[in-house]
């Protein structure tokens, strides 16, 4: 059992940033796809990043893609979405995500443990 723990979310003005992190209870072998959706009330879950393959790979949704960089540091089992320029649209609930056997279609069905959330709000 692979346990996600979040933690960097908070209340920032648009234009700043925040780094979220993401450690596992386990280690990242370059199979795992480590990602992060994002919930705003009364919407659908959205895939922003993920990264796979040990970095070689990532991905990132067109709203965030030049603004969020996804990382991770094998040796602290930690996954990082650092998000500059933020917005108020990037307010949301965030959630880290881990697929133990690669990425496929990058969407919340795929991805089988969750962490608990980290909310971000960015005021105007």
């Known amino acids: 059992q692979v346990q996600l723990v979040e933690s960097g979310g908070g209340s920032v003005q648009a234009g700043g940033s925040l780094r979220l992190a993401c450690t596992t209870s386990?280690?990242?072998?370059?199979?795992?796809?480590m990602a992060w959706f994002r919930q705003a009330p009364g919407k659908e879950r959205e895939g922003v990043a993920y990264?796979?393959?040990?970095?070689?790979?990532?991905y990132y949704a067109d709203s965030v893609k030049g603004r969020f960089t996804i990382s991770q540091d094998k040796a602290k089992n930690t996954a990082y979405l650092q998000m500059n320029s933020l917005k108020p649209e990037d307010t949301s609930m965030y959630y880290c995500?881990?697929?133990?056997?690669?990425?496929?279609?990058?969407?919340?069905?795929?991805?089988?443990?969750w962490g608990q959330g980290t909310q971000v709000t960015v005021s105007s």
């Open positions: 995500a881990a697929n133990l056997y690669g990425c496929g279609r990058f969407n919340d069905a795929n991805f089988g443990y």
């Open positions: 386990t280690y990242m072998n370059s199979r795992y796809c």
């Open positions: 990264i796979y393959n040990g970095g070689a790979s990532t």
